[in-house]
């Protein structure tokens, strides 16, 4: 059995972390798995939005496999932390939209890996929380320097200093989740979110997100560089040509990602 698997349907990837008795945590064969899924996205040009979420109903992720780390010299443990700060690196830059699916338990390394991705919408019964100065250690998968971003700095501290967990509620009142759903509707309400995403011009969407990511942490100016290049990738495509000609024609555009 696969402990990341991957199911691809119109234009849409799904990513399940399969290992839901041990609450979908991250082991070292668990993060190779998510590298090799996410290395084959990055070159699916046919795959416009990407979806991510745990198996079974407790868990999306909580995190680091304390059982396997135990078992660790110091040389694994450092191995293991770069992987997993390597491999939700590579899920951010993913240049397609990409939707956790909280179904659960979104702790540590867990949270984490929603935090790298666009949205986040979680089930109501979702806890999350950055916990681990309980553990003696601190989020090492970019938790530190993502959440600050996404809620600022004071609220982020207060989180992760004190490891507290929050509910789905308390997560969408700071900016954290983008929706709170019921457990029956999670799966549609991300498919919903990921085809009204994919409606649009492929490539525009995905020059779009890369202009958000990489010109949110630079000074404006920097920023509209950042922008105006990423309109000059759209320029001459046959989606833009598209988009005027079925305006013209009063239809709905045929985007094919050219």
């Known amino acids: 059995m696969k402990k990341v698997e991957l199911k691809v349907e119109n234009h849409l990837a799904v990513i399940t972390i ?67 700060r390597d491999v939700f690196t ?24 929603a935090l790298v991705c666009d949205f986040r919408i979680a089930v109501k019964e979702a806890a999350m929380g950055l916990t681990e100065v309980s553990w003696g250690i601190i989020p090492g998968a970019g938790g530190t320097q993502r959440l600050s971003r996404l809620i600022g700095t004071s609220k982020a501290k207060e989180l992760i200093l ?47 997100k890369y202009a958000i990511n990489y010109g949110s942490n630079v000074d404006v100016k920097t920023g509209l560089a950042i922008e105006a290049k990423a309109y000059e990738v759209i320029f001459p495509t046959k989606d833009r040509i598209e988009a005027l000609e079925a305006f013209k024609e009063k239809r709905p555009p045929n985007f094919k990602g050219e």
């Open 18 to 84: 399969n290992r839901p008795e041990q609450l979908n945590c991250f082991d070292y064969d668990t993060l190779a798995q998510l590298e090799e899924v996410v290395d084959g996205l990055k070159l699916e040009k046919d795959i416009r939005a990407v979806i991510v979420t745990g198996a079974g109903e407790k868990a999306f992720s909580a995190g680091a496999d304390l059982r396997e780390r135990r078992t660790l010299n110091e040389k694994e443990v450092r191995r293991n932390v770069n992987m997993i």
């Open 162 to 208: 004190t490891a507290r967990k929050i509910d789905a509620y308390q997560a969408y009142d700071l900016g954290i989740v983008n929706k709170v759903v019921e457990r029956s509707h999670l799966l549609d309400a991300s498919i919903e979110l990921a085809e009204e995403i994919m409606k649009n011009a492929p490539l525009a969407v995905t020059q779009a």
């Open 90 to 113: 590579k899920m951010e830059e993913l240049p397609q939209p990409t939707i956790a699916a909280v179904n659960g338990y979104a702790l540590g390394g867990g949270l984490e890996l």
